[in-house]
């Protein structure tokens, strides 16, 4: 009987462990790993490098189109605050458009934004204004 009860022994450890109630904890409002915490602050850097590469056709021109090696940088940072249920962010953006041979495309666009998010459980309603001003073509 006592051999029985040692071989039984580890498997009812294990059932015990499987099946003892975790504790659990609510979600911590903990940002990303991207943010950096300064007081009540939230700031948010980003940064891109998109549309690398060869621009086949740089005037949009049907006939004799022009290559040039292009590509565009994108930094902004997002500033937001979180009074109580409510979360205040402000967004600023720029964008580098560089060419290397035709140097009047290259431009710098700017963009702004703001939204406030208002956090009610089970309905989020939210307010965003945008804003940017671009020198470069329409695509």
């Not at 991207?34 to 980003?46: A, W």
């Not at 710098?108 to 309905?123: E, I, M, P, Y």
Request: proline share 7%.
């Amino acid at each position: 009987m006592r051999g029985r009860v040692l071989r039984r022994l580890p498997c009812g450890v294990a059932a015990l462990l499987l099946l003892w109630p975790a504790a659990v904890a609510a979600q911590s409002g903990a940002p990303d790993p991207q943010t950096v915490r300064i007081g009540p602050f939230d700031l948010k850097p980003s940064f891109a490098v998109t549309n690398f590469g060869v621009d086949d056709n740089v005037f949009n021109e049907r006939l004799n189109p022009r290559r040039d090696f292009t590509f565009i940088a994108a930094p902004a940072v997002e500033v937001a605050i979180h009074p109580g249920r409510l979360r205040l962010a402000y967004t600023s953006g720029s964008e580098f458009v560089y060419f290397r041979r035709y140097t009047s495309e290259r431009s710098v666009n700017r963009s702004f934004g703001a939204r406030a998010d208002l956090d009610l459980t089970l309905l989020r309603p939210f307010v965003s204004v945008t804003s940017g001003h671009t020198s470069a073509r329409a695509n």
